[in-house]
């Protein structure tokens, strides 16, 4: 059997004689033949940037209304489209380039200027070709013996990064986490066990746990709180001003009525550009209050975190030093490939201690291995081990099985430099301000976001009126009436009904965000 039929396993001959491996021809068959697949899908979406400013993206043949980001189609009609099967004698290479060529057929471009939904946007090529390393890799970052390469990589990178928020010490670094969500939920984690240390073996007795987010902050605080056994009871919202961040005097009072009713107030989520406005929480100010009341600090920086790399925005992260935790993920506002997501911290004892559990057929003591001087610091007579030394990464997070992410962003930095990063984030925010601009002086449409925005995001109603719900069935008209024109944006609920939410990139032309404008106009008056 040939390798474009399927296989380049060691099967056997007839005579019970073993094959020769082929799987390196076999590899280069199957690149190949993707890779003509995948560059004209990415080819159309940079042929359609000249298109988008007009207003209108090309079209391209389809079964349906089909711009170069999406040819939709609802649930069970897509799923008749794809029609996969599952067969039990292998279609081979002809079988699988017929999938991947649907799969493009059917799937957004996120290449494509025109995406300007949700919190992420396209890769970059070095992202695509950094997750090919990782793929041919295919390595489990959980212990150091399989993985030695990517163990030094991610915490070379968690510590690069940690330093960059100025969290300082030996003793800073991180992990990276299966998106902000897994960091957010391993910071609750971490925290409650190190504030609360016999809650690792003995529960909560009889604590009632409580801890604090803005009232626009994510929902994964919910979340985690149900998984953790709080109850989403258990998050209390802070309440927010008029620019959506968190009020600091609302949560020193929301702290002291949660200690007077007998709760166990430990631990503070401040957010760095929140899901909807973008907002960024005073951070100094919080940290205050968590000092003061013995309250974990972690800031949530999933999203606004990467403006730490960009001198013109990273004020807004004021005070990011003083806390315990961040969360952050470059394959947001980065372009790295989705998933790449840290934990980072001042203290990576911390997360250590919280986490390990005693896994002997696993995690091998490296007691017969004498840490080098470099590994270790003294301090009032003794000496502690530093980061160098907690090599099995598993051992500091929920999760056994763990891919490589952090070597996405290692290659991203590499390639690009941290002027690249920050040259690509300040491309997105001056997007994000001519957007702005155009919808501020434009009579039909009522700017929700701040002029310059926050973060990359701009909120806006198109030819608002009165009544909420007609507002919001507007809203949401227009949305999908931009797909089929080349645009896909977001919308989101407000006090005077839902209005769109359009999220700008380090890709993002300014002639595609006129281009929108322009698009919006134009379906909106049938909207």
Known sequence: MS???GTSLPLRESNNAQKPLQRAQETEELLNAVQSLILPFIKSADNNAATQPSGHGLQTPGKGPRSVVLEHHAPKKLTSLLALDLPTTGAGKDGLLTVVETLLQYSVNTWDQGFLSKLYASTTPVGLAADLVLSALNTNLHVYQVSPALTVIEKTVSRALADKFGLKGSFAGGVSQPGGSAANLS??????????PETKTEGYGSRKFVLFTSAHGHYSLEKAAQICGFGSGAVRAVAVDERGCMSVSALQAAVTKAKEAGETPFYVNATAGTTVLGSFDPLDEIAAVCKKDILWMHVDGSWGGPVIFCEEQRHKLKGVELADSVALCPHKMLGVPVTCSFLLGKDIRQFHAAMTLPAGYLFHSDED??????????????TSTKQQDFNDLADLTPQCGRRGDSLKMALAWIYQGSEGFSDYIATGFAAAAHLATLVANNSDFALVSENPPPCLQVCFYYRKGPDKKENSKRTADIAAKLVPRGFMVDFAPGEEGSFLRVVLNGQTTLGTVEGLVKAIEEVGGDA
């Open 3 to 5: 390798p474009t039929n």
């Open 187 to 196: 910071s609750i984690v971490i925290a409650r066990n190190s504030l609360f």
């Open 369 to 382: 291995e004498d840490p080098s001087p470099a590994d270790t610091e003294t301090t009032n007579g003794s």
